[in-house]
């Protein structure tokens, strides 16, 4: 195909033919959105560091699924922010935690509406950590896939449609869904934060989850930012381990990697564009440096056509808005 013989300017002529031939199509359905849960009455406490992302009461998620729902996104992950943490981050599987009072608070308001969890401990010990830690501050492996698995059993119980382990710790996908076929659970997919890099564009997401941790970083268990064929590595294990979804995080940085796990494996993949990705995009718009739509939806577009069946963003109410403007 060579000029004048080929023109591909034929076919973007216009608005109407340039749907026709599309390739790679966004749509609200993609989206799922995280909700940062917290004790109290009447709280909605705006994260200093992502303009628009609330911390919120229990009493103010029927509202925030109605505009979710409106809006037609279909899912919400929960990360909670307990009243109090321990060493043994015991808030994470407790029956009357802020994660299980949320999805019970949910599936109350609307039982269709589609809650996943995310599971780790980083939220819930007082060490910041994603585990039980040894004498030397080292994540202890095994005896932190009890805990996971606990937590992962109780969200169930609260009635949460799917579960999201997001720690890295080796095992845990296995030790999750023994844990839930167990208690008869054996409908409730999982979603494992599979290829979970150890990135520096999380930083706004530990102001909103209060999850930093309080010595040491998390290298020791989540992906060194320069590997790729490691990354296949983990999706393959957690595939192996009964993983019904699989996720890259960060995704911005990181579209390489989910379009090898789209081509290696072909399963359905979920990209989580992280909390630095949103405040970036954030504070340039702020500053009139970018036009803030045209920027989020290209970036969700750059996802899907990486690969993405499922985006995890702050982003998804606008974005939403947006597609729906048309």
């Known amino acids: 195909m060579e000029f004048p013989t080929y023109r591909p ?14 390739e790679t199509e966004l749509d609200a359905s993609d ?7 917290k004790p109290g009455q009447g709280l909605r406490d705006e994260v200093s560091s992502m303009r628009g992302v609330f911390q919120l009461s229990l009493d103010q ?15 919400v992950i929960l990360f909670g922010l307990p009243e109090t943490k321990d060493e043994a981050g015991s808030g ?29 401990m980083c939220e819930y010990t007082s060490h910041g950590h994603c585990g039980a830690l040894d004498e030397h501050g080292c994540v202890i492996n095994d005896v932190t896939l009890e805990m996971l698995a606990s937590t992962a059993l109780s969200h169930a119980e609260a009635g949460a449609d799917m579960v999201a382990p997001s720690d890295m710790m080796d095992g845990r996908v296995a030790a ?65 381990e009964g993983a019904d979804i699989v996720m890259v995080k960060p995704a911005l940085a990181y579209m390489d990697i989910i379009r090898r796990v789209k081509d290696q494996f072909g399963y359905p993949t979920a990209a989580y564009n992280v909390s630095g990705e949103y405040a970036m995009v954030k504070a ?11 920027v989020v939806l290209e970036t969700m577009l750059g996802f899907k056509r990486a690969g993405a069946d499922l985006i995890l963003t702050y982003h998804a109410k606008d974005a939403a808005r947006w597609l729906a403007e048309g």
């Open 9 to 22: 300017r034929r076919l973007r002529s216009s608005e109407a033919v340039r749907r026709m031939v599309r």
């Open 31 to 37: 989206f799922i959105y995280p909700l940062f849960v």
């Open 61 to 75: 998620l029927p509202a925030e699924i109605d505009e979710l729902k409106a809006l037609g996104i279909p899912a």
């Open 92 to 120: 994470a599987f407790a029956e009357d935690g802020i994660v299980q009072s949320a999805i019970r608070a949910i599936k109350a308001h609307d039982p269709e509406y589609y809650v996943i969890t995310d599971v780790c």
């Open 176 to 240: 999750i869904r023994s844990a839930l076929d167990a208690e008869g659970f054996t409908d409730v997919p999982i979603m494992a934060y599979s290829a979970k890099y150890a990135s520096g564009y999380y930083g706004p997401f530990r102001d909103a989850a209060d999850s930093a941790p309080a010595f040491g970083d998390r290298r020791g268990y989540q992906m060194d930012p320069a590997n790729t064929d490691e990354a296949l590595r983990e999706v393959a294990l957690d595939i192996d």
């Open 284 to 294: 340039a718009a702020d500053k009139g440096w970018i036009d803030e739509k045209r």
